[in-house]
């Protein structure tokens, strides 16, 4: 008997013993996961990353620059689809803007997961068996990508502030207490970036720069932006030293996002199909009626549809046409905006140097010469007004007005509209 | 082994035969009444002792008893007790008959142990061939089970032909997990996935307010399942009963048993059932008059009205005649030693909708064979092929699906094809005679379900009995999804249209699993059995879905490759289980059973996938009368039981994941994140419930009753959690609340009238379940439907699962809103109670039996009702049954309160009585045969009778397929349908 109880503990053993193996975890099937990328990158994951944050901070950008554009009046949203384009987010009798809804919340979701992407970049890179001068190509594209991020989205959420430091999911750091020192934070970002690509070396491919000295050009452009912002014209022109500013370039000269039609790259979501429905997005009449006879930016911008398209009490005829395909690049930055910066920049010291600046301007517009005084205010006055038609849906307006106190100038058109000064802390920031 | 084993029988026999100094001694064999065969291990026990023994190998039993005389009680399970008198030594050689109260049914206890109800502990259903598919023709086995027993709600989502329902045990036990049970067919796990078959390209209806791709009318794929191969189907509705499955019975468990040969000459049946498939109810229109038609449609629209043109295109779609055909042969029989049954179905139907319909084909093998007398092998094999047209439904944004178009479609409009066959286009967006013709939306389904199980009896005396089971199963199939938009549809000619989409789907699917238990069963001399069971088990999944996406088509080809733009998705997903189980089963001389039990899980799908989780079992029940208490003479069952037990649900395959997503920019190939946070910690959702009730049976259990009443906890409940966006991510998987259902249950059972050519048996459950969010660790939040506008789930503290709320106007947020949080509650999905009422008539060789089904209460939102609002073209448009003050229509009532801000409109009761099947048959015995032959012809419908006060074809319907919270929202889809079938089957 002993035997048998021998024999069936045996066969019950053999069966626990089977299946009482240690049960490992399963990798995703589907795809890599961040946390594969963390340790022993190889350059060609490297790349995945880059490209993958050069991609993804395309998601979504038509949620930033059509809200600010429509804040600003540059154009309206006439699609008659969603009720917010002309209610909520023209303060239509005085609506303020939904801290849960997607005028808020999809552009600052989506400029914060490139923010994410790069800190993955990052992270990937510093423990990657690479160079110190590969390390630092990284390092100063995804600083740079980064600030450029956090600069869309604090133009938005101005005085609400923004988190600086956003390394950790987990343990996310505090936001900035306002626009300024928001401002502090990604200038400090955009000069590390730029340390690190003044000692690298790229060992990627970049849609946005072929060198780490391109690239810092680039980087140098947006801290160029970041001191305007903070009304320091030594710094900008400083940056702007730096930069691809080039006063005999070509206007469109610059940085851009690439987009494509195969399967998983991006259509440019700003072009808009002059023949279809869905596409109204109606530039203000007072554009047309505040513009000098005779800037081609005018007619090159926008589209005569030939029928007023009227929605919620508003109107327009032209529909904005920045982009003549849905495959067409969008700037990030570029050299006409550097133009007006170093316009800008010299306004007061040296009055000569940005009427020259203006004029080459005006004169790619097809425009003579400025005419107007030279004084501060005047020079203020024409700087805003060719920044206008210019950037023109390039996310600019909004922002001009506000830092220099204009935001009444913008031209409201049913009673009881207002003007945002600033988008609300998504709800679920806590 | 195999000699050493004899060796050990042989020896054993001598080793327990003993004699003390006993009066008398009564030996004797234990057979069936009706076969004749030996029954091995029923229980001999001398009435008022403690003394028993069961029969042995061959049927054999002695007996010694401690005076000169006494009573002698014959038990098995699932037979009727017998009770002989003796007053000396002799031999008593009995049979016992199988027993008809429900009392003696045998249901499962544990992963390799059964009981009869009469000592279970639990309330588990059990639903037998003959209430399946012996009263009417069945679809699928889910439509099969709808209302034929309590405590579950099973729910078909849509009238689309090849199935689609969500089964829920016991209310909802999850907020973003599958609610879905786990189904066991001989010893099979299998899988019940709802695939997507990509028509979203065409619809977008996961664009708007819902990024949910479940939106595309999918069925699940227990519909491959042949209702005519099942015997009997058992339902564990919860943690109770289904603990010893571990990790995967969170939704409850439904065993499934095929048929098995029986020994003795072949038998063979062959049946043939042709009937027709009607609308349940069809709609009508609006009532146009020369006033709205010209309000609505204008001038042109009067001139087609006063000229007698209108056309109604719903009664074109759906007030059509179906046929349906289901052909079976089954072959059965075999010897003592081998058992087989051959079992084929053909089944052919057309739906109500052109070009929809359903075919299916499946084969199924048992064996069984003897292979020693210590080790027998049964083996099921079943193959199905399947193709499923299920047309073009449910919602979408791009008017495209036949039932969204259709509300959208005008009277006045011409939407027939001309001479050549060129079909105008449809003002709605796409003309819906011409979708409904051209479109083809095809599931096809290729899948083998194989199983094996050995026993193998290692030893046995007359106190002990030890066998080591063992079980295996593989469950594989194909889907291919077949989806054909032709280039030349009339919505599909605008250059900047996708111009022809083309869907190739193919998923393949290999669940695997392999159980080995060692079960002892020791008799003891005091009439104590105790059954202990201890084993293991692994389950393997493997799911592939690749989706090739063609638009552009070139010309009118059906090839993927004549396309502009090919875009290829896949979606795999695997998982391993690995469950410990040990149970302990006592019967104290058929007066107290006690089961404990514990499994120790671990699974893939944990955070942790070595951590061992435990989910233990402990149930006890009482049989009263035979514990000498009995409150009157008439009962003769007692039973208080209680019950309780653990499982669990996994976190989702992807929770633990920052899964990176492909993407594409210049020249080069990029990753990027998802929206979802991975979290590594995440646990399993853990079920714990608590069941307690009685069976009472009166008159020799002529009449049973069963009172159940339940506490079914959920904790660690899976929620997404929307999390800081700065974070780079919006939601995250997290364990962070708790649920609770409350139900209870009670069924009864009668044989009215039982004499020799004429039998009433009669039957009622009635159930109802009650949910509540005890505990949230996040926000309240909306979830399911599309927008708090148009009705929503709220996840919310103290309040059902199940609540649906709503926005609410200014006016009457005060009264409608007391907590101010901006949301009014419109109703509960939950029904108030559910009953059914059974009953089965025979009358010499007539046989009448039907099923009536009532739910009462739980709400739908109906948002089919307001996009026909928002054509104004609503059947009851024009009536004024809904404004209080009488003044508006219901179109615009219905209207003008949601533009003011009020959900209320769409969220309307859905309460249903129906009368779920009926069937009259009259069977012929052929002359020629022995007397088992016969031929019987018959006459069944289903849902003959469906009353209800729902504004739309059925308060049966999900927009979100099965297995999702929020299965009852409708928007326009494939209507239901009732059946009428004839019967012929000759049995020979």
């Not at chain 1, 990353?49 to 050069?54: H, P, Q, R, T």
């Not at chain 2, 026999?13 to 030996?38: H, M, P, R, W």
């Not at chain 2, 199980?453 to 594989?476: I, S």
């Amino acid at each position: 008997m002993n035997k048998l109880h021998n024999n069936i503990l045996i066969v019950f053993a053999l069966v626990i013993g089977l299946s009482a193996c240690e049960l490992d975890p399963i990798a995703d099937p589907n795809g890599p996961t961040a946390e594969s990328f963390e340790t022993g990158a190889e350059l060609s994951d490297l790349q995945l990353l880059v490209a993958g944050l050069e991609s993804v901070i395309r998601n979504d950008m038509e949620f930033h620059y059509e809200t600010v554009s429509i804040v600003a009046r540059e154009y309206y949203d006439l699609n008659n689809i969603d009720p917010r384009y002309t209610g909520e987010l023209l303060g239509a009798q005085g609506a303020v803007l939904d801290n849960n809804g997607f005028l808020t919340t999809r552009s600052y979701s989506a400029r914060h997961r490139s923010i994410r992407n790069g800190h993955i970049l990052i992270n990937a890179a510093t423990n990657a068996e690479i160079s110190e001068a590969q390390r630092n190509g990284y390092f100063g594209l995804a600083k740079t990508i980064q600030a450029f991020e956090m600069l869309l989205e604090l133009n938005r959420q101005y005085e609400n502030g923004i988190r600086l430091d956003t390394s950790d999911p987990f343990n996310l750091g505090p936001f900035s207490s306002n626009y300024q020192s928001g401002l502090t934070g990604i200038k400090a970002l955009l000069d590390e970036a730029n340390t690190n690509l003044g000692s690298a070396e790229f060992a990627f491919v970049s849609t946005l720069a072929d060198s780490p000295a391109e690239f810092a050009q680039f980087n140098r452009a947006l801290a160029a932006r970041v001191a305007t912002y903070q009304n320091d014209p030594a710094a900008a022109m400083s940056a702007l030293n730096d930069s691809f500013l080039n006063l005999s370039g070509a206007m469109s000269d610059g940085v851009y996002h690439q987009f494509g039609l195969s399967g998983n790259d991006q259509p440019n979501p700003l072009f808009y199909i002059p023949t279809a429905d869905v596409d109204r997005y109606m530039v203000h009449p007072s554009f047309f009626d505040d513009a000098e006879a005779g800037d081609t930016r005018v007619t090159n911008k926008t589209t005569d549809l030939g029928t007023t398209i009227s929605a919620d009490d508003l109107e327009g005829q032209f529909q904005i046409s920045l982009y003549a395909s849905n495959t067409d690049p969008v700037p990030l930055i570029r050299n006409e905006e550097l133009i007006l910066i170093y316009a800008e920049a010299a306004m007061m010291s040296d009055p000569t140097g940005a009427v020259n600046a203006i004029n080459v301007v005006r004169n790619a517009a097809g425009l003579g010469d400025y005419t107007g005084g030279t004084d501060a205010q005047s020079l203020e006055d024409e700087i805003l007004h060719q920044r206008r038609y210019s950037l023109l849906g390039e996310g600019h307006r909004w922002v001009d007005l506000r830092r220099f106190d204009r935001l009444n100038e913008i031209p409201l058109d049913r009673a009881g509209d207002t003007v945002h000064i600033q988008f609300p802390r998504p709800v679920a920031e806590g | 082994m195999k000699h050493f084993l004899r060796f050990c029988f042989i020896g054993a026999f001598f080793l327990f035969t003993y004699s003390l100094s006993a009066q008398i001694t009564v030996s004797g064999t234990v057979k069936d009444a009706s076969t004749n065969e030996t029954l091995i291990g029923a229980t001999v026990l001398v009435k008022g002792t403690a003394l028993g023994t069961v029969t042995d190998i061959n049927g054999k039993y002695s007996i010694e008893l401690p005076g000169s005389s006494g009573t002698l009680v014959y038990s098995f399970i699932g037979y009727e007790t017998l009770s002989k008198d003796v007053s000396s030594s002799s031999t008593m050689d009995v049979v016992l008959n199988l027993s008809s109260s429900s009392l003696d049914e045998v249901i499962v206890n544990g992963f390799a142990t059964t009981v009869t109800r009469r000592n279970s502990a639990n309330a588990v259903a059990r639903v037998s061939a003959k209430e399946l598919t012996e009263v009417v023709n069945q679809q699928t086995m889910e439509g099969a089970l709808q209302g034929q027993f309590a405590g579950a709600e099973i729910k078909s989502a849509s009238g689309a032909p090849g199935g689609g329902f969500s089964v829920k045990m016991r209310g909802v036990t999850s907020v973003f997990g599958n609610q879905q049970p786990l189904y066991i067919l001989d010893g099979v796990f299998l899988n019940n996935s709802t695939i997507s078959s990509g028509v979203n390209t065409v619809s977008e209806a996961a664009g708007g307010g819902n990024t949910s791709t479940n939106q595309d009318d999918a069925s699940n794929r227990i519909a491959d399942i042949d209702p005519e191969d099942i015997e009997s189907v058992e339902v564990l509705k919860g943690a109770s009963a289904a603990a010893i499955y571990g990790s995967r019975a969170a939704g409850g468990v439904v065993i499934i048993t095929t048929k098995r040969g029986k020994a003795g000459k072949a038998r063979v049946s062959l049946s043939q059932t042709i009937g027709t498939i009607r609308p349940i109810s069809l709609l009508g229109t609006r009532d146009w008059n020369a006033e709205n038609v010209e309000a609505t449609g204008g001038p042109d629209a009067l001139a087609v009205f006063n000229a007698g043109g209108l056309n109604d295109y719903e009664s074109e779609l759906f007030d059509n005649t179906g046929t349906n055909s289901t052909s079976r042969l089954t072959i059965s029989g075999g010897t003592d030693k081998t058992k087989y049954m051959f079992g084929a179905t053909y089944k052919n139907e057309n739906g109500i909708v052109e070009n929809t319909g359903y075919e299916k084909a499946s084969f199924r093998l048992n064996l069984d064979q003897n292979v020693t007398d210590w080790f027998d092998v049964s083996l099921s094999m079943n193959y199905v092929d399947s193709e499923a047209d299920r047309g073009f439904f449910n919602n979408g944004n791009t008017n495209t699906t036949v039932g969204y178009a259709l509300a959208f479609t005008y009277p006045w409009e011409d939407l027939f094809a001309d001479a050549n066959g060129v079909y105008p286009a449809g003002g709605a967006g796409s003309n819906v005679l011409e979708t409904v013709n051209t479109v083809t939306n095809r599931e096809n389904v290729d899948r083998f379900i194989g199983g094996l199980t050995a026993n193998f009896n290692l030893f046995r005396n007359e106190k002990n009995n030890v066998k080591f089971q063992t079980r295996a199963g593989m469950d594989t199939y194909t889907l291919k999804n077949t989806g054909i938009f032709p280039q030349s549809l009339t919505f599909y000619q605008d250059p900047s249209s996708l111009r022809g989409v083309l869907l190739a789907g193919n998923t393949t699917s290999q669940n695997t699993n392999m159980q080995g238990f060692l079960i002892w069963s020791h008799y003891s001399s005091s009439g104590i059995t105790f059954t202990t069971s201890a084993g293991a088990s692994r389950e393997d999944g493997n799911l592939d879905n690749n989706l090739v996406t063609a638009t552009g088509l070139i010309g009118s080809q059906t090839n993927v490759d004549q396309a502009d733009n090919v875009g290829v998705n896949q979606t795999k997903s695997s998982f391993v289980n690995h469950g410990y189980v040990i149970q302990e089963e006592i019967n104290y001389q058929e007066k107290i059973f006690l089961t404990l039990g514990v499994r120790a899980d671990k699974s893939t799908n944990n955070g942790d996938s070595d951590e061992l989780f435990f989910y233990p079992k402990a149930n006890v029940a009482f049989n009263l009368p035979e514990l000498g208490i009995s409150p009157s003479g008439r009962v003769s069952t007692l039973k208080p039981r209680i019950a309780y037990g653990e499982s669990q649900r996994p976190p989702v395959f992807s929770a633990r994941f920052n899964t990176l997503n492909p993407t594409f920019i210049g020249q080069n190939s990029g990753v990027l994140t998802a929206g979802i946070l991975g979290n590594p910690d995440i646990l399993p959702e853990r079920q714990k419930e608590l069941e307690f009730g009685a069976d009472v049976g009166i008159n020799n259990d002529n009449i049973v009753v069963g009172i159940t009443y339940y506490i079914k906890t959920i904790e660690d409940l899976l929620l997404r959690d929307q999390i800081e966006p700065s974070s780079g991510f919006t939601t995250q998987w997290v364990n962070a609340g708790t649920l609770q259902n409350k139900g209870l249950e009670i069924t009864a059972d009668a044989g009215v009238i039982k004499k020799e050519n004429f039998s009433w048996s009669t039957g009622i459950n009635w159930w109802m379940n009650r949910s509540e969010i005890t505990e949230l660790n996040v926000d309240p939040f909306n979830t399911g439907g599309f927008a708090a506008s148009l009705g929503q789930f709220r996840i919310e503290e103290g309040k059902p699962a199940t609540q649906l709320v709503g926005t609410v106007s200014a006016d009457d947020a005060a009264e409608l809103d007391p907590d101010g949080d901006g949301f009014a509650v419109y109703g509960d999905a939950e029904p108030d109670f559910q009953m059914n009422w059974r009953n089965s008539i025979n009358y010499e060789n007539w046989s009448l039996d039907f099923l009536f089904h009532w739910k009462e209460g739980g709400d739908n939102i109906n948002l089919s009702t307001l996009l026909y609002d928002l054509a104004g073209t609503t059947w009851d448009y024009d009536d004024t049954t809904l404004d209080p003050s009488g003044a508006m229509v219901n179109g615009d009532y219905r209207t003008s309160e949601w533009f003011a801000g009020n959900a209320a409109p769409w969220i309307e009761d859905a309460s249903y009585i129906r009368l779920r099947q009926i069937g009259l048959y009259r069977k012929f015995p052929l002359s020629w045969s022995d007397g088992t032959a016969n031929l019987s012809l018959g006459i069944s419908a289903t849902n003959l009778i469906n009353i209800f006060d729902y504004n739309s074809y059925d308060p049966e319907v999900s927009n979100f397929g099965g297995n999702v919270l929020a299965n009852n929202v409708e928007v326009t889809p494939f209507p239901s349908s009732k059946r009428l079938n004839f019967h012929i089957k000759a049995n020979f």
